[in-house]
Protein backbone atom coordinates (compact mmCIF):
# COMPACT_ATOMS: atom_id res chain seq x y z
CA UNK A 1 0.00 0.00 0.00
CA UNK A 2 1.44 3.43 -0.63
CA UNK A 3 2.40 5.52 2.02
CA UNK A 4 -0.17 8.16 3.06
CA UNK A 5 0.72 10.85 5.48
CA UNK A 6 -0.32 11.00 8.50
CA UNK A 7 -2.49 14.10 8.49
CA UNK A 8 -4.38 12.51 5.64
CA UNK A 9 -4.58 8.88 7.14
CA UNK A 10 -6.24 10.51 10.06
CA UNK A 11 -8.22 12.96 8.65
CA UNK A 12 -11.49 12.47 10.97
CA UNK A 13 -13.98 10.64 9.73
CA UNK A 14 -16.63 11.26 12.40
CA UNK A 15 -17.52 14.62 14.36
CA UNK A 16 -16.27 12.63 17.53
CA UNK A 17 -12.92 12.58 16.23
CA UNK A 18 -12.60 17.07 15.30
CA UNK A 19 -10.42 17.98 17.99
CA UNK A 20 -10.23 21.09 19.82
CA UNK A 21 -13.50 23.21 17.95
CA UNK A 22 -16.61 21.49 20.21
CA UNK A 23 -18.12 25.03 19.97
CA UNK A 24 -18.52 24.47 16.14
CA UNK A 25 -19.23 20.23 16.08
CA UNK A 26 -22.27 20.89 18.18
CA UNK A 27 -24.20 23.27 16.34
CA UNK A 28 -22.91 21.95 12.70
CA UNK A 29 -24.34 18.24 14.06
CA UNK A 30 -27.45 19.66 15.44
CA UNK A 31 -28.16 21.03 12.46
CA UNK A 32 -27.84 17.75 10.37
CA UNK A 33 -29.80 16.00 13.62
CA UNK A 34 -32.51 18.57 13.03
CA UNK A 35 -32.78 18.90 9.34
CA UNK A 36 -32.00 22.77 9.41
CA UNK A 37 -29.08 23.04 7.25
CA UNK A 38 -28.56 26.58 5.64
CA UNK A 39 -27.20 27.19 2.12
CA UNK A 40 -23.92 29.53 2.74
CA UNK A 41 -21.67 28.70 5.58
CA UNK A 42 -18.28 30.55 5.95
CA UNK A 43 -14.88 28.55 8.06
CA UNK A 44 -12.38 30.83 9.50
CA UNK A 45 -9.52 30.40 11.28
CA UNK A 46 -5.68 29.77 11.11
CA UNK A 47 -4.01 27.40 8.88
CA UNK A 48 -4.27 23.36 10.17
CA UNK A 49 -7.08 24.09 12.57
CA UNK A 50 -9.66 21.95 10.72
CA UNK A 51 -11.90 23.81 8.86
CA UNK A 52 -11.39 21.09 5.56
CA UNK A 53 -11.55 18.37 7.82
CA UNK A 54 -15.25 19.37 9.49
CA UNK A 55 -16.29 20.82 5.66
CA UNK A 56 -15.65 17.05 4.23
CA UNK A 57 -17.54 15.73 7.78
CA UNK A 58 -20.49 18.18 7.57
CA UNK A 59 -20.43 17.24 3.26
CA UNK A 60 -20.68 13.53 4.00
CA UNK A 61 -23.27 13.81 7.16
CA UNK A 62 -25.61 16.04 4.68
CA UNK A 63 -25.66 13.74 2.05
CA UNK A 64 -25.57 10.84 3.79
CA UNK A 65 -28.72 8.28 3.36
CA UNK A 66 -28.52 7.30 6.96
CA UNK A 67 -27.07 9.75 9.10
CA UNK A 68 -26.28 8.26 12.89
CA UNK A 69 -26.82 11.13 15.86
CA UNK A 70 -25.55 13.59 13.21
CA UNK A 71 -22.64 11.34 12.05
CA UNK A 72 -22.04 10.22 8.58
CA UNK A 73 -22.92 6.75 8.37
CA UNK A 74 -19.32 5.71 6.47
CA UNK A 75 -21.79 2.71 4.98
CA UNK A 76 -24.05 3.80 2.22
CA UNK A 77 -23.77 4.70 -0.81
CA UNK A 78 -22.99 8.71 -0.49
CA UNK A 79 -20.65 7.97 1.84
CA UNK A 80 -18.51 5.39 0.32
CA UNK A 81 -17.91 7.04 -3.14
CA UNK A 82 -17.62 10.26 -1.05
CA UNK A 83 -14.66 8.80 1.18
CA UNK A 84 -13.26 7.67 -1.92
CA UNK A 85 -13.20 10.95 -3.53
CA UNK A 86 -15.88 9.96 -6.40
CA UNK A 87 -18.94 11.47 -5.03
CA UNK A 88 -20.21 13.93 -7.39
CA UNK A 89 -22.21 16.29 -5.04
CA UNK A 90 -19.22 16.77 -3.30
CA UNK A 91 -17.31 19.44 -4.73
CA UNK A 92 -13.89 20.84 -3.75
CA UNK A 93 -12.82 24.12 -5.22
CA UNK A 94 -9.19 25.58 -4.52
CA UNK A 95 -9.47 28.96 -4.65
CA UNK A 96 -5.84 29.58 -4.56
CA UNK A 97 -5.82 27.99 -8.21
CA UNK A 98 -9.13 28.49 -9.59
CA UNK A 99 -9.80 31.94 -8.99
CA UNK A 100 -10.60 33.84 -12.05
CA UNK A 101 -14.54 34.26 -13.23
CA UNK A 102 -14.59 31.71 -16.09
CA UNK A 103 -13.82 29.23 -13.00
CA UNK A 104 -16.94 30.84 -11.02
CA UNK A 105 -19.41 30.74 -13.91
CA UNK A 106 -18.23 26.93 -14.91
CA UNK A 107 -19.48 26.18 -11.02
CA UNK A 108 -22.36 28.44 -11.63
CA UNK A 109 -23.51 26.74 -15.18
CA UNK A 110 -23.35 23.24 -13.24
CA UNK A 111 -25.46 24.38 -10.04
CA UNK A 112 -28.20 24.95 -12.54
CA UNK A 113 -28.76 21.10 -12.35
CA UNK A 114 -30.21 19.11 -9.54
CA UNK A 115 -27.93 16.30 -8.47
CA UNK A 116 -28.81 13.14 -10.24
CA UNK A 117 -28.28 11.26 -7.05
CA UNK A 118 -28.27 11.96 -3.14
CA UNK A 119 -29.79 15.24 -1.58
CA UNK A 120 -27.13 18.43 -2.31
CA UNK A 121 -24.38 19.82 -4.34
CA UNK A 122 -22.08 20.99 -1.39
CA UNK A 123 -19.47 23.09 -3.13
CA UNK A 124 -16.35 23.24 -0.69
CA UNK A 125 -14.42 26.00 -1.79
CA UNK A 126 -10.81 25.98 0.01
CA UNK A 127 -8.98 29.49 0.22
CA UNK A 128 -11.87 31.67 -0.20
CA UNK A 129 -10.31 34.96 -0.01
CA UNK A 130 -7.95 33.93 -3.02
CA UNK A 131 -11.05 34.58 -5.20
CA UNK A 132 -11.12 37.84 -7.51
CA UNK A 133 -13.83 40.39 -7.23
CA UNK A 134 -15.21 39.26 -10.24
CA UNK A 135 -15.23 35.14 -8.77
CA UNK A 136 -16.99 37.15 -5.58
CA UNK A 137 -19.63 38.88 -8.02
CA UNK A 138 -20.50 35.91 -9.61
CA UNK A 139 -20.87 33.79 -6.64
CA UNK A 140 -22.89 36.62 -4.91
CA UNK A 141 -25.88 35.91 -7.37
CA UNK A 142 -25.81 32.21 -6.55
CA UNK A 143 -25.34 32.85 -3.26
CA UNK A 144 -28.51 35.51 -3.20
CA UNK A 145 -30.89 32.80 -4.38
CA UNK A 146 -29.57 29.15 -4.08
CA UNK A 147 -31.62 26.18 -5.52
CA UNK A 148 -33.01 23.93 -3.00
CA UNK A 149 -29.99 21.51 -3.46
CA UNK A 150 -27.13 23.62 -3.38
CA UNK A 151 -24.79 24.45 -0.63
CA UNK A 152 -21.51 26.23 0.09
CA UNK A 153 -18.69 25.94 2.32
CA UNK A 154 -16.47 28.84 2.14
CA UNK A 155 -12.90 28.23 4.08
CA UNK A 156 -10.49 31.06 5.03
CA UNK A 157 -7.51 31.80 6.83
CA UNK A 158 -8.39 35.90 6.23
CA UNK A 159 -11.83 36.23 6.53
CA UNK A 160 -11.61 40.38 6.27
CA UNK A 161 -10.28 39.95 2.80
CA UNK A 162 -14.01 38.18 2.05
CA UNK A 163 -16.55 40.69 0.80
CA UNK A 164 -19.21 42.27 3.46
CA UNK A 165 -22.06 41.25 0.87
CA UNK A 166 -20.52 37.30 0.83
CA UNK A 167 -20.08 37.90 4.72
CA UNK A 168 -23.75 38.65 5.42
CA UNK A 169 -24.68 35.70 3.50
CA UNK A 170 -23.04 33.19 5.15
CA UNK A 171 -23.29 31.15 8.56
CA UNK A 172 -19.61 31.97 10.34
CA UNK A 173 -17.86 30.11 12.16
CA UNK A 174 -14.31 30.99 13.55
CA UNK A 175 -11.83 27.93 14.41
CA UNK A 176 -9.79 28.30 17.53
CA UNK A 177 -6.33 27.81 17.54
CA UNK A 178 -5.82 24.32 19.06
CA UNK A 179 -3.81 24.29 22.59
CA UNK A 180 -0.57 22.17 23.27
CA UNK A 181 -2.17 19.55 25.37
CA UNK A 182 -5.13 18.44 22.97
CA UNK A 183 -2.80 18.53 19.68
CA UNK A 184 -0.98 16.39 21.79
CA UNK A 185 -3.38 13.88 23.02
CA UNK A 186 -4.48 13.55 19.78
CA UNK A 187 -0.33 12.76 18.73
CA UNK A 188 -0.01 10.31 21.24
CA UNK A 189 -3.36 8.71 20.07
CA UNK A 190 -1.97 8.82 16.74
CA UNK A 191 1.33 6.68 17.60
CA UNK A 192 -0.28 4.44 19.73
CA UNK A 193 -2.53 3.83 16.39
CA UNK A 194 0.47 3.55 14.28
CA UNK A 195 2.48 1.16 16.84
CA UNK A 196 5.48 4.45 17.01
CA UNK A 197 6.97 3.96 19.98
CA UNK A 198 7.64 8.18 21.44
CA UNK A 199 8.72 9.83 24.97
CA UNK A 200 6.27 11.67 26.33
CA UNK A 201 8.24 14.84 26.19
CA UNK A 202 9.20 14.15 22.39
CA UNK A 203 5.65 14.51 21.49
CA UNK A 204 5.06 17.47 24.37
CA UNK A 205 7.92 19.42 21.94
CA UNK A 206 5.79 18.59 19.00
CA UNK A 207 2.49 19.73 19.93
CA UNK A 208 4.10 22.61 20.88
CA UNK A 209 6.05 23.36 17.98
CA UNK A 210 2.51 22.99 16.01
CA UNK A 211 1.72 25.82 17.25
CA UNK A 212 -2.15 25.70 17.13
CA UNK A 213 -2.60 24.07 13.57
CA UNK A 214 -3.35 20.37 14.38
CA UNK A 215 -2.28 19.30 10.86
CA UNK A 216 1.23 20.98 11.49
CA UNK A 217 1.51 18.82 14.59
CA UNK A 218 0.79 15.69 12.53
CA UNK A 219 2.78 16.48 9.54
CA UNK A 220 5.84 17.11 12.28
CA UNK A 221 5.50 13.69 13.55
CA UNK A 222 5.36 12.37 10.50
CA UNK A 223 8.53 14.17 9.56
CA UNK A 224 10.58 12.51 13.04
CA UNK A 225 9.30 9.53 12.29
CA UNK A 226 10.12 9.11 8.86
CA UNK A 227 13.40 10.20 9.99
CA UNK A 228 14.07 7.56 12.47
CA UNK A 229 11.83 4.84 11.12
CA UNK A 230 11.31 1.82 13.52
CA UNK A 231 13.42 3.50 16.41
CA UNK A 232 12.32 5.40 19.43
CA UNK A 233 11.14 8.78 18.90
CA UNK A 234 12.85 10.56 21.69
CA UNK A 235 12.97 14.11 23.08
CA UNK A 236 16.71 14.57 21.82
CA UNK A 237 15.73 13.10 18.37
CA UNK A 238 12.76 15.52 17.62
CA UNK A 239 14.99 18.36 18.63
CA UNK A 240 17.52 17.16 16.00
CA UNK A 241 15.00 16.29 12.84
CA UNK A 242 13.04 19.85 13.61
CA UNK A 243 16.52 21.62 13.94
CA UNK A 244 15.30 22.88 17.17
CA UNK A 245 17.83 24.03 19.89
CA UNK A 246 18.01 22.14 23.75
CA UNK A 247 16.71 24.45 26.45
CA UNK A 248 20.58 23.65 27.99
CA UNK A 249 21.83 25.89 25.37
CA UNK A 250 19.22 28.34 25.89
CA UNK A 251 20.04 28.14 29.73
CA UNK A 252 24.02 28.61 29.04
CA UNK A 253 23.29 31.79 26.70
CA UNK A 254 21.34 33.23 29.20
CA UNK A 255 23.73 32.50 31.91
CA UNK A 256 26.88 34.58 29.63
CA UNK A 257 24.51 37.40 28.65
CA UNK A 258 23.83 37.61 32.97
CA UNK A 259 27.64 37.33 33.21
CA UNK A 260 28.27 39.98 30.71
CA UNK A 261 29.91 37.52 29.07
CA UNK A 262 30.52 38.19 25.26
CA UNK A 263 33.49 35.17 24.14
CA UNK A 264 31.13 32.59 26.15
CA UNK A 265 27.46 34.32 24.71
CA UNK A 266 29.22 34.02 21.28
CA UNK A 267 30.47 30.71 21.44
CA UNK A 268 27.07 29.39 22.29
CA UNK A 269 25.75 31.04 19.21
CA UNK A 270 29.12 29.71 17.24
CA UNK A 271 27.85 25.84 18.05
CA UNK A 272 23.88 26.61 16.79
CA UNK A 273 25.50 27.67 13.93
CA UNK A 274 27.73 24.97 13.43
CA UNK A 275 24.91 22.71 14.21
CA UNK A 276 22.78 23.58 11.20
CA UNK A 277 20.22 25.57 13.20
CA UNK A 278 18.64 28.58 11.68
CA UNK A 279 19.06 32.00 13.91
CA UNK A 280 16.21 33.64 13.53
CA UNK A 281 14.75 30.47 14.88
CA UNK A 282 16.81 30.55 17.53
CA UNK A 283 16.01 33.82 18.21
CA UNK A 284 12.19 33.36 18.76
CA UNK A 285 12.80 29.76 20.64
CA UNK A 286 15.28 32.20 23.49
CA UNK A 287 12.50 34.98 23.52
CA UNK A 288 10.11 31.93 24.61
CA UNK A 289 12.37 30.77 26.88
CA UNK A 290 12.71 34.58 28.42
CA UNK A 291 8.82 34.58 28.79
CA UNK A 292 9.03 30.72 30.67
CA UNK A 293 11.59 32.69 33.11
CA UNK A 294 9.49 35.50 33.30
CA UNK A 295 6.37 33.67 34.35
CA UNK A 296 8.18 31.32 36.39
CA UNK A 297 9.24 34.00 38.24
CA UNK A 298 6.28 35.81 38.71
CA UNK A 299 3.37 33.97 38.08
CA UNK A 300 1.85 31.44 41.30
CA UNK A 301 0.80 28.17 39.20
CA UNK A 302 2.95 28.91 36.31
CA UNK A 303 3.49 25.43 35.35
CA UNK A 304 -0.39 25.51 34.02
CA UNK A 305 0.83 27.85 31.30
CA UNK A 306 4.14 26.86 30.61
CA UNK A 307 4.42 24.01 28.71
CA UNK A 308 7.74 22.41 30.07
CA UNK A 309 8.18 18.67 31.75
CA UNK A 310 8.19 18.64 35.47
CA UNK A 311 12.00 18.51 35.20
CA UNK A 312 12.44 21.43 32.58
CA UNK A 313 10.21 23.11 35.17
CA UNK A 314 12.60 22.79 38.05
CA UNK A 315 15.75 23.85 36.51
CA UNK A 316 13.36 26.83 35.16
CA UNK A 317 12.48 27.72 38.43
CA UNK A 318 15.57 27.22 39.94
CA UNK A 319 17.25 29.63 36.96
CA UNK A 320 14.27 32.48 37.31
CA UNK A 321 14.99 32.10 41.32
CA UNK A 322 18.36 33.81 41.08
CA UNK A 323 17.81 36.56 38.25
CA UNK A 324 16.21 39.86 38.54
CA UNK A 325 12.61 40.10 37.04
CA UNK A 326 13.84 43.34 34.90
CA UNK A 327 16.69 41.61 33.54
CA UNK A 328 14.40 39.07 31.97
CA UNK A 329 12.12 41.70 31.12
CA UNK A 330 14.93 43.95 28.95
CA UNK A 331 16.07 40.79 27.53
CA UNK A 332 12.79 39.90 25.83
CA UNK A 333 12.66 43.81 24.55
CA UNK A 334 16.47 44.14 23.04
CA UNK A 335 15.48 40.37 21.59
CA UNK A 336 12.54 40.90 20.10
CA UNK A 337 13.90 44.00 18.43
CA UNK A 338 16.50 41.73 17.19
CA UNK A 339 14.32 39.15 15.64
CA UNK A 340 12.06 41.81 13.99
CA UNK A 341 15.18 43.48 12.49
CA UNK A 342 16.06 40.17 11.06
CA UNK A 343 13.28 39.81 8.76
CA UNK A 344 14.81 42.62 6.80
CA UNK A 345 19.00 42.17 7.23
CA UNK A 346 20.52 39.44 5.80
CA UNK A 347 23.08 39.23 8.36
CA UNK A 348 21.49 37.40 10.95
CA UNK A 349 24.39 36.54 12.85
CA UNK A 350 25.97 40.18 12.79
CA UNK A 351 22.63 41.30 14.44
CA UNK A 352 22.45 38.73 16.76
CA UNK A 353 26.45 39.48 17.70
CA UNK A 354 25.65 42.99 18.00
CA UNK A 355 22.68 42.62 20.14
CA UNK A 356 24.86 40.17 22.67
CA UNK A 357 27.15 43.05 23.16
CA UNK A 358 24.78 45.58 23.57
CA UNK A 359 23.44 43.01 26.65
CA UNK A 360 26.80 42.21 27.80
CA UNK A 361 28.66 46.10 27.86
CA UNK A 362 32.36 44.33 28.74
CA UNK A 363 33.61 46.28 31.27
CA UNK A 364 37.47 47.60 29.27
CA UNK A 365 39.52 45.72 31.25
CA UNK A 366 38.83 42.69 30.51
CA UNK A 367 41.70 41.39 28.76
CA UNK A 368 42.79 39.88 25.89
CA UNK A 369 42.93 42.46 23.07
CA UNK A 370 41.30 40.29 20.12
CA UNK A 371 38.26 40.40 22.43
CA UNK A 372 38.67 44.24 22.04
CA UNK A 373 38.68 43.99 18.94
CA UNK A 374 36.35 41.76 17.88
CA UNK A 375 33.92 43.93 20.41
CA UNK A 376 35.46 46.81 18.29
CA UNK A 377 34.13 45.73 14.92
CA UNK A 378 30.99 44.75 16.07
CA UNK A 379 30.23 48.05 17.59
CA UNK A 380 31.92 49.78 14.91
CA UNK A 381 29.45 47.73 12.32
CA UNK A 382 26.40 48.53 14.70
CA UNK A 383 26.83 52.15 14.64
CA UNK A 384 26.92 51.37 10.70
CA UNK A 385 23.51 49.38 10.80
CA UNK A 386 21.97 52.16 12.97
CA UNK A 387 23.48 54.80 10.66
CA UNK A 388 21.65 53.00 7.34
CA UNK A 389 18.58 52.58 9.58
CA UNK A 390 18.48 56.02 10.43
CA UNK A 391 19.13 56.96 6.45
CA UNK A 392 15.98 55.10 5.59
CA UNK A 393 13.95 56.41 8.34
CA UNK A 394 15.32 59.95 8.09
CA UNK A 395 12.48 60.78 5.52
CA UNK A 396 9.96 59.93 7.29
CA UNK A 397 10.61 62.34 10.43
CA UNK A 398 13.94 63.79 10.31
CA UNK A 399 12.87 67.97 10.32
CA UNK A 400 13.65 69.35 6.99
CA UNK A 401 15.72 72.59 7.96
CA UNK A 402 19.04 69.98 6.81
CA UNK A 403 22.26 72.53 5.97
CA UNK A 404 24.01 71.91 3.18
CA UNK A 405 27.08 70.22 4.53
CA UNK A 406 24.73 67.62 6.53
CA UNK A 407 23.24 67.14 3.03
CA UNK A 408 26.85 66.72 1.50
CA UNK A 409 27.27 64.98 4.33
CA UNK A 410 24.23 62.57 3.84
CA UNK A 411 25.55 61.10 0.52
CA UNK A 412 29.03 60.37 1.98
CA UNK A 413 28.48 56.83 3.18
CA UNK A 414 31.35 57.05 5.67
CA UNK A 415 30.72 59.67 7.40
CA UNK A 416 26.56 59.04 7.61
CA UNK A 417 26.94 57.58 10.81
CA UNK A 418 27.85 61.42 12.24
CA UNK A 419 24.56 63.02 10.34
CA UNK A 420 22.43 60.37 11.66
CA UNK A 421 23.64 61.22 15.55
CA UNK A 422 23.34 64.76 14.96
CA UNK A 423 19.69 64.06 13.68
CA UNK A 424 19.26 61.78 16.29
CA UNK A 425 19.87 64.66 18.62
CA UNK A 426 18.10 67.26 16.79
CA UNK A 427 14.96 65.74 16.58
CA UNK A 428 15.72 64.87 20.82
CA UNK A 429 16.32 68.51 21.75
CA UNK A 430 12.43 68.93 20.13
CA UNK A 431 11.38 66.17 22.35
CA UNK A 432 8.87 67.54 25.70
CA UNK A 433 10.46 67.36 28.87
CA UNK A 434 8.13 65.11 30.29
CA UNK A 435 7.39 62.67 27.36
CA UNK A 436 11.33 62.53 27.58
CA UNK A 437 10.72 61.73 31.21
CA UNK A 438 8.10 59.18 30.84
CA UNK A 439 10.41 57.24 28.06
CA UNK A 440 13.26 57.20 29.90
CA UNK A 441 11.24 55.54 33.04
CA UNK A 442 8.60 53.83 31.16
CA UNK A 443 9.48 50.15 32.32
CA UNK A 444 9.10 51.39 36.41
CA UNK A 445 5.77 52.88 35.55
CA UNK A 446 4.37 49.71 34.31
CA UNK A 447 4.06 47.75 37.86
CA UNK A 448 1.83 50.38 38.94
CA UNK A 449 -0.61 50.08 36.33
CA UNK A 450 -3.82 47.25 36.65
CA UNK A 451 -4.42 44.14 35.27
CA UNK A 452 -5.87 44.92 32.01
CA UNK A 453 -3.47 48.15 31.37
CA UNK A 454 -0.63 46.27 32.26
CA UNK A 455 -1.54 43.41 30.32
CA UNK A 456 -1.63 45.26 27.34
CA UNK A 457 1.77 47.21 28.20
CA UNK A 458 3.34 43.92 28.85
CA UNK A 459 2.29 42.12 25.76
CA UNK A 460 4.57 41.14 23.14
CA UNK A 461 5.75 42.18 20.55
CA UNK A 462 6.11 45.27 23.47
CA UNK A 463 4.25 48.61 22.61
CA UNK A 464 6.81 51.24 21.35
CA UNK A 465 6.79 54.67 22.47
CA UNK A 466 6.98 57.51 20.07
CA UNK A 467 5.45 60.77 20.10
CA UNK A 468 2.50 62.08 18.03
CA UNK A 469 3.65 64.61 14.83
CA UNK A 470 3.02 67.66 16.71
CA UNK A 471 5.36 66.38 19.43
CA UNK A 472 2.85 67.19 21.82
CA UNK A 473 1.54 64.19 22.77
CA UNK A 474 3.01 60.47 24.34
CA UNK A 475 2.28 57.76 21.09
CA UNK A 476 2.08 54.55 22.43
CA UNK A 477 2.18 52.11 19.32
CA UNK A 478 0.25 49.05 20.29
CA UNK A 479 0.88 45.26 18.24
CA UNK A 480 -2.99 43.71 18.48
CA UNK A 481 -5.41 45.60 17.24
CA UNK A 482 -7.67 44.31 19.88
CA UNK A 483 -5.39 46.29 22.57
CA UNK A 484 -5.58 49.41 20.06
CA UNK A 485 -9.37 49.08 20.16
CA UNK A 486 -9.81 48.81 23.40
CA UNK A 487 -8.67 52.33 24.07
CA UNK A 488 -11.09 53.31 22.02
CA UNK A 489 -13.85 51.67 23.90
CA UNK A 490 -13.02 52.27 27.21
CA UNK A 491 -12.01 55.53 27.92
CA UNK A 492 -11.02 54.90 31.17
CA UNK A 493 -7.73 52.97 30.17
CA UNK A 494 -6.56 56.45 28.91
CA UNK A 495 -7.94 57.83 31.72
CA UNK A 496 -5.42 55.20 34.22
CA UNK A 497 -2.54 55.65 31.96
CA UNK A 498 -2.46 59.25 31.63
CA UNK A 499 -2.83 59.14 35.87
CA UNK A 500 -0.28 57.07 36.47
CA UNK A 501 2.03 59.20 34.00
CA UNK A 502 0.83 62.58 36.27
CA UNK A 503 1.55 60.90 39.84
CA UNK A 504 4.63 60.07 37.98
CA UNK A 505 5.81 63.11 36.82
CA UNK A 506 4.23 65.87 37.76
CA UNK A 507 2.64 67.13 34.61
CA UNK A 508 0.26 66.67 32.17
CA UNK A 509 1.09 64.09 29.48
CA UNK A 510 -1.54 63.69 27.16
CA UNK A 511 -1.53 60.01 25.11
CA UNK A 512 -2.14 58.97 22.11
CA UNK A 513 -2.63 55.42 20.93
CA UNK A 514 -1.81 53.52 17.45
CA UNK A 515 -2.39 50.60 16.09
CA UNK A 516 0.46 48.74 13.68
CA UNK A 517 0.04 45.05 12.71
CA UNK A 518 3.82 44.43 12.26
CA UNK A 519 6.23 45.52 14.55
CA UNK A 520 9.11 45.56 12.01
CA UNK A 521 7.87 48.88 10.30
CA UNK A 522 7.67 50.86 13.58
CA UNK A 523 11.25 52.23 13.42
CA UNK A 524 10.30 53.63 9.76
CA UNK A 525 6.97 55.62 10.83
CA UNK A 526 7.27 56.78 13.90
CA UNK A 527 10.52 58.23 15.92
CA UNK A 528 11.49 55.39 18.72
CA UNK A 529 11.86 56.83 21.87
CA UNK A 530 13.62 53.80 23.12
CA UNK A 531 16.15 54.26 20.67
CA UNK A 532 16.88 57.95 21.95
CA UNK A 533 16.93 56.96 25.46
CA UNK A 534 19.61 54.11 25.16
CA UNK A 535 21.64 57.03 23.21
CA UNK A 536 21.41 59.17 26.23
CA UNK A 537 22.69 56.28 28.10
CA UNK A 538 25.37 55.64 26.50
CA UNK A 539 26.33 59.68 26.89
CA UNK A 540 25.76 59.13 30.30
CA UNK A 541 28.09 56.62 30.58
CA UNK A 542 31.24 57.98 28.69
CA UNK A 543 31.10 61.09 31.27
ZN1 LIG B 1 -24.01 7.44 4.92
Redesign the pocket.
Known amino acids: MAYQALYRKFRPPVWEDVKGQDHIVTTLRNQIISDRVGHAYLFCGTRGTGKTSVAKIFA?AVN????DNGN?????E??RTALEGTNLNIIEIDAASNNGVDNVREIIDEIAYSPVKGKKKVYIVDEAHMLSTGAFNAFLKTLEDPPEYVMFILATTEAQKILPTILSRCQRYDFHRITAKVIEKRLREVADAEKIDTEKAALEYIARAADGALRDGLSLLDQCVAFYAGEKLTHDRVLEVLGAVDTEVFHAFFEALQKGDVIAAIDVLDEVVYQGKELAQFTGDFIWYLRNLMLAQTAEGAERIIDLSAEQMKELREQAASTDIGVIMRLIRVFSETQAQMRYDVQKRTLLEMTVVRVCRPSSDSGEASIEARVAALEEQENRVFAALRLIESGAFTPGANTGQQEKKRTEETTVSAVSEEDKKKWEVALPEEIREVAAHWQEYIPSMSGRLKAYMQALPQPKLSVTEDGRKLLIVLFHKQHADAFGSYPALLEELEGILRSHTEKEVPVAVEYMSDPGTFGRTYPDLSEIIHMRIEEDEDE
Do not use: L
Open positions: RCEQPPCGNCSC
